[in-house]
């Protein structure tokens, strides 16, 4: 699958153990999540979960413990007290993406070509974008909570 950029990818500092583990459980949460998604072929399109992920880090990177969660993840999934919690963190944000990805979707009704749309870097950047901003202000308006609040709200 990673050919010849394995070692690009792998091979850095900053790819620890704890960091593929959050990595998974993020993942996991996303997979868990895409049975909701209302149009079945987008959800089931291998390239929708990256979709997902992308988003994902978009949201988190624009979390104020954002510089914790990727400088010391192990905070987040060395335990199984914390990776629980973590889990159910990221499960109430990919929640809220499949409620907007769903919106965005059902614009292109029963007609959409997602296939090219999900290979279009453009398109995957602007909705991303628009997705991420959407959720952004939810946050600032108190109606959803952020993930840094999520997070302590758990107590961890």
Same mark, same amino acid.
């Given at each position: 699958?990673?050919?010849?950029? *394995?070692?690009?990818?792998? %091979?850095?500092?900053?790819?620890?153990?704890?960091? $593929?583990?959050? #990595?998974? /459980?993020v993942v996991e949460a996303i997979?868990?999540?895409?049975? &909701?998604?209302?149009?079945?072929?987008?959800?089931? !399109?291998?390239?929708? @979960? !990256?979709?997902?992920? *992308?988003?994902?880090?978009?949201?988190?990177? +624009?979390?104020?413990?954002?510089?914790?969660?990727?400088? +010391?993840?192990?905070?987040?999934?060395?335990?199984?007290?914390?990776?629980?919690?973590?889990?159910? #963190?990221?499960?109430? $944000? /990919?929640?809220?993406?499949?409620?907007?990805? +769903?919106?965005? /979707?059902?614009? *292109?009704?029963?007609?959409?070509? *997602? @296939?090219?749309?999900?290979?279009? &870097?453009? =398109?995957? %950047?602007?909705l991303s974008k628009k997705v991420?901003?959407?959720?952004?202000?939810?946050?600032?308006?108190?109606? $959803?909570? &952020?993930?840094?609040?999520? =997070?302590?709200? %758990? %107590?961890?």
């Amino acid at each position: 699958m990673f050919e010849d950029k *394995y070692a690009d990818l792998f %091979g850095r500092p900053e790819v620890t153990a704890d960091r $593929i583990v959050l #990595c998974q /459980v993020v993942v996991e949460a996303i997979d868990e999540a895409l049975p &909701s998604v209302k149009n079945q072929l987008f959800a089931r !399109y291998r390239l929708t @979960r !990256y979709l997902f992920l *992308y988003v994902v880090r978009v949201i988190l990177e +624009n979390d104020l413990l954002a510089r914790e969660l990727l400088g +010391n993840p192990q905070r987040f999934v060395r335990t199984k007290t914390a990776r629980d919690h973590f889990r159910e #963190c990221v499960r109430k $944000i /990919v929640g809220d993406l499949v409620v907007d990805l +769903n919106a965005e /979707v059902a614009e *292109y009704g029963d007609d959409f070509d *997602y @296939r090219d749309k999900l290979r279009d &870097s453009v =398109w995957v %950047g602007e909705l991303s974008k628009k997705v991420a901003a959407d959720h952004l202000k939810l946050v600032k308006r108190g109606r $959803i909570k &952020s993930f840094q609040d999520e =997070w302590q709200k %758990g %107590g961890a």
